[in-house]
């Protein structure tokens, strides 16, 4: 949920269910935005599954931003999870190709 | 390094940053008493000063970004993931070890345990003990949900140490797999003579109907796990419930035994060591990255030949005698990436199913703001 005040361009985020995982990496890909001009997260108490992620940009509204870093990432996974599986069935390929020459 | 007065640096093209800053940016400096450099430079205009744009470029990951399979078995894998944040592979690390779902046992049902272990100790040694079930083939059962052949797999125990016979090791494989569900009956029910007692699950079809589990049928990972010891007389009876659930909420639910990353040493020698020094310098790591050249009329000199195998002992710099000579720095986006897994899945699956999730958690923020 947004906590905004009446200007758009700063804005905090609460997510719950959410740790250091998805908001150190939102943190990473916010801060390489050149609208973004501040930006950092803070869990409120570690007994409570809620981060809370500020974003105060430089005039675009903050959720515009913080969606465009959340695509950002998605790009960033789906293409490590390509090269990944490209690297390992090249891998298995190696392997069964070495394997048949040990046994010729 | 020598301190250089700012007129005499080189002159830099436009664009790019002066080697040091570079070196800074890209590298984490070992020194003798502690570490420097060691934060990642991320605001995107953090060099504009200098012309130089640290924003994020997707173009630029994809050219960047290699993955290297070094080793890859059953249960373990070591991969180097070349051209990431630090960030991004520790969200994955924390994945794999916390928000990957399994199956581990949750309840157990003892009808007699007559063994020297206890009830809740015996149960708790049941819950780590790793089942080989795909999780992706099972719904989370919550609360209120009925144990059902798609939330619940039963395993059946029952042995018992006769009299006057050898003690007995009782072993994860006479775990039993029940596809059929619970057979011990309710109690409530027993009154009633019905066809089929009602037991502690309600399952509508047998679990070696569904998927392939009739070629494969379920049970724990591994045979030889030890769960109790039985002298004669003594006796086990039980019944253990598994269930989905992550490592979050339990470790027995963690799909890694662990999974870690380094960053790649790298072990640069800023001079010549030469002759007698260099085979000082050989001697002086424990885990021989050094090694010896010959090059021609009988003069040595020492070469980095393993850099991969620094420990960062720091060995080397400890004496004076080195210090100027050799730098030790590790490479801010390589990765050397470990994952064990205990066997539910392989480990190359685990990787992409924790790429996978953190590719959900970006979906669903998107979803919620617009
Ligand atoms: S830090 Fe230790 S392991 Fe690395 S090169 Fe020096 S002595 Fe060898």
């Known amino acids: 949920m947004e906590h905004g005040s009446a200007d758009e361009s700063a804005s905090t985020f609460s997510f719950t269910d959410e740790d250091h995982t998805l908001a150190n990496t939102l943190r990473f890909s916010l801060n390489q935005d050149p609208r973004v001009a501040f930006c950092g997260y803070s869990i409120p108490h570690p007994s409570e599954a809620r981060v809370n992620i500020r974003v105060q940009t430089t005039g675009v509204p903050a959720n515009e931003v913080l969606k465009d870093s959340c695509q950002d990432l998605l790009m960033i996974c789906q293409h490590s999870r390509h090269t990944f599986s490209l690297a390992v069935q090249d891998f298995k390929n190696e392997q069964a190709l070495k394997a048949m020459n040990v046994e010729e | ?370």
Request: proline content about 6%; hydrophobic content about 35%.
């Open chain 2, 1 to 370: 390094m020598e301190k250089v007065s700012v007129w005499d640096l080189p002159d830099v093209p436009e664009g790019q940053l002066p080697s040091h800053i570079q070196l800074q940016r890209t590298r984490v400096h070992c020194n003798p008493d502690a570490p420097t450099h060691t934060e990642n430079v991320q605001y995107s205009g953090a060099y504009s000063s200098v012309g130089v744009d640290n924003s994020l470029q997707l173009e630029q990951f994809r050219k960047n970004f290699r993955v290297e399979v070094i080793r890859l078995g059953k249960e373990d894998m070591e991969f180097d993931m070349i051209g990431v944040d630090p960030s991004l592979a520790n969200a994955f690390r924390r994945i794999l070890i916390a928000e990957l779902p399994t199956m581990a046992i949750e309840k157990v049902l003892i009808a007699n345990n007559t063994s020297v272990v206890q009830d809740e100790v015996l149960s708790h040694r049941l819950g780590l003990i790793p089942i080989n079930a795909d999780p992706r083939l099972f719904d989370y059962k919550s609360e209120n949900d009925d144990p059902k052949e798609n939330n619940t797999i039963v395993f059946k125990l029952h042995v018992r140490c006769e009299r006057g016979g050898p003690r007995l090791t009782v072993k994860s494989d006479q775990l039993k797999w029940l596809p059929n569900g619970s057979e011990f009956s309710l109690e409530t029910s027993a009154a009633k003579s019905t066809a089929k007692p009602k037991t502690y699950t309600t399952f509508h079809t047998s679990q070696e109907t569904l998927h392939d589990f009739s070629k494969k049928p379920i049970a724990p990972c591994h045979p030889d796990i030890i769960l109790s010891k039985l002298g004669p007389g003594q006796e086990i009876e039980l019944e253990a419930h598994a269930v989905k659930g992550m490592g979050k909420t339990h470790a027995k639910w963690s799909p890694v035994a662990t999974a870690w990353y380094r960053m790649l040493p790298e072990v640069v020698l800023l001079q010549q060591v030469e002759d007698e020094r260099a085979e000082k310098l050989v001697k002086t790591c424990p885990v021989n990255v050094f090694d010896i050249e010959d090059v021609g009329k009988g003069k040595k000199r020492a070469i980095v030949a393993r850099p991969r195998g620094c420990t960062l002992c720091r060995e080397c710099i400890r004496e004076d005698e080195f210090k100027q000579d050799v730098a030790l720095r590790r490479v801010k986006d390589h990765f050397i990436f470990t994952i064990e897994s205990t066997g539910a899945l392989p480990p190359e699956v685990l990787f992409t199913e924790a790429v996978k999730i953190l590719e959900d958690k970006c979906e669903r923020v998107i979803t919620e703001l617009s």
